[in-house]
């Protein structure tokens, strides 16, 4: 038995929805509250199975961790162990986080290798380089990443590429280590901007988030703190693409527009209608879109996590579309799966050709968190019904996403099947 998503298309989705709050600003946040010698709290902290990962690797390394509803208490006052082990390690990608905050505050650091969606190679050595230059001595052997301080001092950072997690973890490393540090070509998301605002919060002195140069000027201690988790930008963005390929009419709360940009402006350029209200923004599918183009980039370039959103879209948009994924070397996974559903799209090295037509509905399977909404986006459109299995892709990043949609008028329902 296992649990599947059925959804059957050619619904208009209609109504309003909230956006929850980020995953990708909640994750390395809260491998960050390891730095702190007092208690922390953060509000508008999604209900998902990553959050449930992050919390028991702090509680593995002795922190206490409890959720009352919305909000997360950690205390890492009570660590007493620099040791993440692999069981817990390889069960995503963001365990990695943990040990940028165990050198900056324990000077010591023993993390196995991450795991997480099979998207690409997704090395450490950025992050690796990043401590060294700080002074934390980094060997690896028998599938850890052990890190001590040798002589930890502020260094200027020059990142091959501007990686998320490197930044983060190096941002946090920093942030108790004497000295002036510099990271330069450093990543410029929105969940960098909210590391940052929380760790200045307990009292750190970081200026640079959002911009390529972020200058670190370490303090002996941090405090604790209360702080609120930006609206996650990735399932804002997946709600904007649903409202479109349903040619449905959402209002979407507690979006930060800013955030969606490149979104906003690649659905406005097939043809959707995107309106700001003060709640947040609203979408108007229409029955006429155009092909267009797209580059996954670092922010503020389209991301990666809507890539596949995205082509979902695209192919159901008559025309041609080309779609050219720069960040991961393997992640046109759905490809094969759209293909299930009559999708007529070729992959050339690291771009896919979409010929948008019809779709109908097949058994597909998540390949990984963002495929796995895809398909849902693309059932969402073909005749039939599509059956979606690996929910548990899917649980990693979206809080009760068939619920949500339901909500929306989707015919939509997890069922156990054989
Ligand atoms: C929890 C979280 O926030 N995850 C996001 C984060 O992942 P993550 O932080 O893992 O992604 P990175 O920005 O680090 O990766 C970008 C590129 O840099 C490469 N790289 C990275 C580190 C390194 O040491 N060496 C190296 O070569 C990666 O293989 C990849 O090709 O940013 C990605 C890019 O926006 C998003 O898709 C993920 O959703
Ligand atoms: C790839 C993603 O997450 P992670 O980095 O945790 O694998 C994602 O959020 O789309």
């Not at 902290?45 to 409890?66: R, T, W, Y």
């Not at 998207?119 to 401590?131: A, E, T, V």
């Not at 155009?290 to 996590?305: A, C, Q, S, V, W």
Request: aromatic letters at 4%; hydrophobic letters at 40%.
């Amino acid at each position: 038995m296992e649990e599947r998503l059925l959804v059957r298309g050619g619904r208009s989705l209609k109504g309003q929805i909230s956006i929850s709050g980020s995953k990708n600003a909640t994750l390395p946040i809260m491998a960050a509250s390891l730095l702190s010698s007092g208690e922390v709290l953060l509000n508008d902290v999604p209900d998902l199975e990553d959050i449930n990962v992050m919390s028991d690797a702090l509680s593995i390394l002795g922190a206490k961790v409890k959720r009352e509803g919305r909000g997360l208490i950690i205390d890492g006052r009570s660590v007493n162990s620099f040791e993440l082990p692999e069981y817990i390690s390889r069960r995503m990608r963001a365990s990695n986080l943990v040990m940028g905050a165990l050198l900056g505050r324990f000077k010591e650091a023993r993390v196995a290798y991450p795991g997480g969606c099979a998207i690409g190679s997704r090395p450490m050595d950025l992050h690796i380089k990043g401590f060294n230059s700080l002074g934390y001595d980094i060997t690896e052997g028998f599938g850890y990443m052990y890190g001590k301080e040798v002589s930890a001092r502020g260094k200027e950072i020059m990142l091959d590429v501007p990686s998320v997690g490197a930044t983060e973890n190096i941002m946090m490393a920093a942030a108790l280590t004497p000295g002036t540090s510099i990271i330069r070509n450093a990543a410029r998301e929105p969940e960098i901007v909210d590391l940052q605002n929380f760790l200045n919060c307990m009292g750190a002195k970081i200026r640079g988030a959002g911009l390529d140069t972020i200058r670190i000027e370490g303090v002996k201690k941090l405090g604790g703190v209360e702080h609120s988790v930006i609206p996650d930008r990735i399932e804002a963005g997946t709600f904007m693409v649903a409202a479109a390929i349903s040619r449905g009419d959402v209002w979407i709360e507690n979006v930060v527009m800013e955030h969606l940009q490149p979104v906003v402006s690649k659905l406005s350029e097939v043809g959707v209608e995107i309106l700001p209200w003060s709640g947040g923004i609203r979408l108007i599918g229409k029955n006429h879109y155009k092909p267009t183009d797209i580059k996954t980039m670092p922010h503020p370039g389209f991301p990666t996590d809507m890539q596949a959103q995205m082509m979902a879209l695209l192919a159901t948009i008559p025309g041609t579309s080309v779609m050219v994924e720069t960040i991961f070397e393997n992640r046109f996974m759905h490809v094969q799966e759209f293909r299930r559903m009559g999708a007529d799209i070729k992959v050339e090295g690291r771009a896919a050709i979409i010929k948008g037509g019809e779709l109908e509905g097949a058994i597909v399977e998540s390949t990984d968190l963002r495929a796995g909404a895809a398909l849902i986006l693309a059932g969402l459109w073909a005749a039939g019904e599509t059956e979606i299995s690996r929910l548990d892709h899917i649980d990693r990043g979206y809080e009760n996403i068939h619920e949500k949609l339901k909500r929306l008028g989707a015919d939509i329902e997890r069922r156990l099947v054989h």
